[in-house]
């Protein structure tokens, strides 16, 4: 018996209860659209995170105090009090592979000109740093050595910041107020960043660059840097050279981390692979529930239609032939299911892109997922049932009332 | 020597419920030639049903010798039993047993889909059928709530008569007509019957088995006496 003739049948009637077959389908539509939302979510922010970490410029290595008995308390307080301006120095000059360090220190601080003003985050650096972070100068210089050895008091301005307190006006050479705590600094703006946009959960616009040494000397009396953020030849190598190094001073490996920005990348990968394999699981439950209710119409229906078999088994119809109906059946109903699943998903996915920013990306993969789950579950639960119809003795099917 | 065409020898049919043994056919023997027209006659729950359920292929006896034109049905497989219903058997039932869904039409074309036959042979074939029957062409397309009872019955037979079948099995196939629609169809095998096919016709009704050329009169799963009847 030919299938496309079967498949004829069987959508007839699944047509001729609309309501039932529709919601014997819902398990599935549900099921569908959350694996495909969630894979395409998933992907689509994990590439937009790459992106912006990508954006931050290659072979980029960061080294930070590491959290010893968890986040903030007195280990990590004792853990930021390691890195000095002189074991920077030290760490560039003696890693073959580290083409460029510089310390920085993360605060924050109000900044002032005339009547406006702007609660920015300041990063305390040194020059070398707008290249490891690719940064492009819009207007005027970057911090230069001059500026770090003479703690002079000069300011490079994010984009959002400029846009804020400057408004239209020429920020260059204007003096900014910028109030740290207890202290009122007056420092002069020597340049403007373009604009980055946000990475990950820091906005670089949002930021502005002070010499390392003017916030060390003049503004917090500091010894130490929070952080240094290295340009690497081979990030591999540098690692290595830096943790031998970091490691030859500091005995407790716990005390620092070095990464690098691919590995970073990588272990964003990994999490959010996880995540979205964890998540697509919890939606494919709902597959299986979708399954056991297209199983529990299908046998419904066996019951409904014994008659029906009788009769085409009186007619001439192998156990095969039964079987094939009905199989068909669980079959175009669990993939009607999907495909107006995978509609809703993709739609779902396009939805919540635009509010996240991305791309929506429709996989391959999630497509296969989509259909291949939702064959897979007509295939498997209407198994059962179908063996069931194809077993029934014609002669007790014809007498069923 | 060739065998008749169906030849059945001390067949037994046992329903089994629970240690309980019900027999239902108890040795029934009997010949039948290739163009007889037979009755089974027989009052209700005297087997007769079941009788035909085995000589139509559609159950075995639980022992016994069933011979179909040469093949012993005992010994075939449940596919093969399919296949002879399929291609040498009609059946007429007297609830008329049209599948609720499908047109007339659809409705006659089933055993052809089960031959594998292509839908347009399946068309062809299933128009020719129902005309023969004597139903109107602007009721090809009917379902079977909208049509009659006797039309419903034209097309059970249409149906029967699909796959050209050496036998025709009709279970009281006038049992939910009126006289004279069931007059009509008991015509209509009548014909069939002339043109030599094998009719064996299941029913309570000494007038309805009156059109049979032999009456097999079945009382208590077994053959109590058998008339034939002057044409």
Redesign the interface.
Known sequence: MIVSELAKVALQSLMINKLRSFLSMLGIIIGVTAVIAIISIGQGATQMVQETISSLGSGLVTISPGFRGGWGGRAARTASGLFTLELGEELKEKSPDVEELVPSIQSGGLLKYGENSYQASIVATASGYENIFNHTIAEGRFLVAEDVDNYRKVVVLGSNVVRELFGNQNPLGKKTIIQMGQGRFIFEVVGVLESKGQVMFFNFDNQVYIPVTTMMKRMTGSKYVNSYSAQAIDSEEAIKQVEFLLAKRLEDPDLYNVTSQEEILETIQRVSATMIFMLAGIAGISLLVGGIGIMNIMLVSVTERTREIGIRKALGAKRKDILIQFIVEALVMSLVGGAIGLVLGWAVSVLVSRYGGWAPTLSMFSVVVGIGFSSAVGLVFGIYPAMKAAKLNPVEALRYE | MKKPFIQANDIWKIYYMGEVEVPAIRGISLEIKKGEFIAIIGPSGSGKSTLM?IL?C??KPTKGIFYLDEEDILKAS??RL??I???RIG?V?QQF?????RSALENVE??C????KS?KERIRRARESLLKVGLEEKRFSHHPNQLSGGQRQRVAIA?ALI?DPDIIFADEPTGALDTRSGDEILEIFQQLNKEGRTLILVTHERYVAQYAERIIHIKDGRIDSEELIAQ
Not at chain 2, 97 to 101: K, S, V
Not at chain 2, 113 to 116: I, N, V
């Open positions: 359920h139509g559609l159950d449940e596919n399919a296949a219903r399929n291609d059946f039932f047993n049209l599948l609720a869904r089933t055993p889909l089960y031959a594998g839908r149906r796959n």
